[in-house]
């Protein structure tokens, strides 16, 4: 469990936090966790998500397990900028939705002695690592990264694995959408789903060739 830095407050020494994973890895409990023992060390918190989070209410962080907080929504990274003043921890949920300018705020924050937690998905669906978590991550002092549970092997996933048959790499979900699955898992689905879509291509090659064949005689 993460326990939170000693050094004294009082003077001002800013750092960051980031709490990456997959889907259902509990990375936003994580945030909530971390936040509300803030909130009981009496600090002043605010948290943010990128407004293009819309599965649960405009002005709260919802986690899977139903944990909330209330927080503000932005629409780009450079909103926080206007409305941290004075607060002592803040709180960025859903950090792989912000454009690449959240790596630069964060850090401003944290050089003006500024806590700083980020909560994220570190890879798409594809495996491929979100840029601005990748720099997130090799510029923050903390670094946790927290596994869901496969369904297929019961081992520790961190892939997220998309059900939805849409390719765009942005696609905001709940359960419907996602699965978490371990290394083995996953590579066996993508590897299933890739000879598939081979053996349709093909399957369209073969009746393209029968066609033609058919306009000669």
């Known amino acids: 469990m993460f326990l939170e830095n000693t050094l004294n407050f009082n003077k001002q020494t800013g750092w960051i936090e980031v709490v990456c994973g997959s889907m259902f890895s509990g990375k936003t409990e994580e945030l909530i966790r971390r936040m509300r023992r803030a909130q009981y060390a009496n600090l002043d918190i605010i ?15 919802v986690s899977h397990d139903d944990s909330e907080i209330e927080c503000e929504t932005i629409k780009k990274a450079a909103d926080i ?19 690449d300018e959240i790596v630069d705020v964060c850090n401003a924050l944290a050089n003006n002695g500024v806590r700083v937690i980020v909560a994220g998905l570190d890879m798409d669906y594809k495996g491929v690592p979100f840029k601005n978590m990748a720099n997130l991550m090799a510029t923050a002092e903390y670094v946790t990264k927290v596994h869901a549970i496969c369904p297929k092997t019961g081992g520790l996933a961190q892939y997220s694995y998309r059900k939805a048959k849409s390719k ?20 066996k689905k993508s590897n299933k789903k890739e000879k598939k879509s081979k053996w349709m291509g093909a399957e369209n090659s073969s009746d393209k060739k029968i066609r033609d064949w058919k306009k000669l005689y």
């Open 168 to 187: 765009k790499r942005i696609l905001v979900g709940k359960g419907d959408e996602y699965m978490p699955l371990s290394r083995a898992a996953y590579f």
């Open 47 to 61: 948290i943010f998500k990128p407004k293009i989070d819309t599965r649960d209410k405009k002005d709260k962080v």
């Open 81 to 99: 900028y206007k409305r941290v003043k004075n607060y002592r921890v803040v709180g960025v949920d859903e950090a792989q939705f912000f454009d």
